[in-house]
């Protein structure tokens, strides 16, 4: 079962969804517009940056290197501000981690997040396959974005939205690595910590 717009603002006004910040105009039928927030990461291993120091940046000058990525390594990130008069350019064959601007919490329902259909007919894609959040999580999500041609977008814009749906059976909450201000802005991966020794000892 997924909740319909009434749904939604009622789980708001129970306070078993929060949605900071909120605005009645982004409620749909059956789902929750969600905006793009102004702050980006790309993975330093995969890009040369050519922008040149101290001018304001649109990622129109990151270009593709070949380089392999380990995934038992953590990942160091280039970090850019999106301007609003500029926008920001997705170029072809660059993972981009992007937000939303809300901050999203429930302990009731199962968030999942979808493109809005005018950006998915630009070929836009929002997310790979991290689009399932755990009820308890509570933070921006992240985005992995990924365009075939060079596209700008803009912070503020619409660009997903959520979906809640009715679990069935008992609830646990989240308590997985993306919590307090590790949810907050566009967050890199964390895959190295499953090649971690486990500590026995507790």
Not at 59 to 81: A, C, M
């Amino acid at each position: 079962m997924i909740l319909t717009g009434d749904a939604i603002r009622d789980a708001l006004g129970t306070g078993h969804i929060k949605i900071d910040p909120f605005k009645e105009s982004q409620v749909n039928p059956a789902s929750y517009d969600l905006t793009l927030g102004d702050t980006v990461r790309v993975y330093r291993s995969w890009v040369h940056d050519c922008h040149e120091p101290g001018k304001l940046v649109d990622g129109s000058r990151l270009y593709v290197r070949d380089e392999i990525q380990d995934v038992r390594k953590h990942s160091e990130t280039l970090n850019f501000r999106i301007s609003e008069k500029l926008g920001w350019v997705i170029r072809p064959g660059i993972g981009y981690l992007m937000h939303t601007r809300e901050r999203i919490w429930t302990d009731s329902f199962v968030p999942v997040i979808d493109g809005k259909s005018s950006l998915g007919r630009l070929f836009i894609q929002v997310h790979m396959t991290a689009g399932y959040v755990d009820p308890g999580f509570d933070g921006q999500y992240t985005l992995e974005v990924i365009a075939p041609h060079p596209i700008r977008v803009f912070p503020g814009m619409k660009f997903a939205q959520v979906r809640f749906h009715v679990p069935q059976g008992n609830i646990v909450l989240y308590a997985g690595h993306y919590v307090r201000d590790k949810a907050m802005g566009p967050v890199g991966s964390e895959a190295h910590d499953m090649f971690r020794p486990i500590d026995r000892n507790g």
